[in-house]
């Protein structure tokens, strides 16, 4: 096994809320001084790659320009290649909203208008207005997306709240109709947006996450090396109960030479 690049989920691997985790940025550091590529990915689907490059910075970690991906910057970017001239409507936050008007798709605020797409994601202001809107949006001609599949994610205090997911499933359930596609991780397309940004085959990839679900599947299924720390939501009887298996455990990211050792 022979590693040129990595992929670092975020919440729960590097930090938790604004508090660095142990040993994090260091373990940045020695991946930099290894000669590894290095793309740092969320799921959350309010902040873009410059954001989380921002963010990481302020809190003490080597992150360079372009280094960072999210959900929000792969629906971007599907949405670029994919429905061009496209009228989109969101159920989400006003953030993803913002986002959409500034792709080549357009945005649609009117649920009696012309939508092709069907767009659905997080936003604690969900209501029973949103599924009654989705219900006249959506027909058999319309494409149904989510930015990604996080049925929770962690506050402040590290409780899980409802995410992105639930509230796809709920549109779902009322539309009685699957998307399309979800875009976030373990999607293809947030596989593709990953390697393109460290540079490397699946092969030659480490992923690195505490959701079995979403960072390890995605690594999984495209043929990479995965470790999951046990620093954020999963733990050992969420890995007893998966059917996804990691290649490593670690306690946290401090831990990574491990693996980056057992791959010289």
Known sequence: MTLRGVILDLDGTVYHDDNLLPG????????????????FFSNNPLHDGAEYVDRLRSLGVDAREGEACSSAEVTREYLNENHGGDGVFVVGSPSLRERVRGTSAE????????????????????HYRDMHDALRVLDGDTAFLGTDPDRTFPDADGNPIPGSGAI?????GVVEREPDRILGKPSSVAVDAALSRVDCAPEECL??????????????????????VRSGVSDDAALERSDVTPDYVLDSLADVDDVLDAAR
């Open 24 to 39: 994090a940025a260091d373990a940045v550091s020695r991946i930099r001084e290894r000669g590894l590529s290095i793309c």
């Open 107 to 126: 945005l649609v605020t009117d649920p009696g208008g012309a939508a092709d797409v069907l767009l659905a994601s997080w936003t604690d202001e969900f």
């Open 168 to 172: 796809i499933r709920a549109v779902a």
């Open 207 to 228: 992923v690195v996450g505490d959701r079995l679900d979403t960072d390890i599947r995605m690594g999984e299924r495209a043929g990479m090396t995965t470790a999951l």
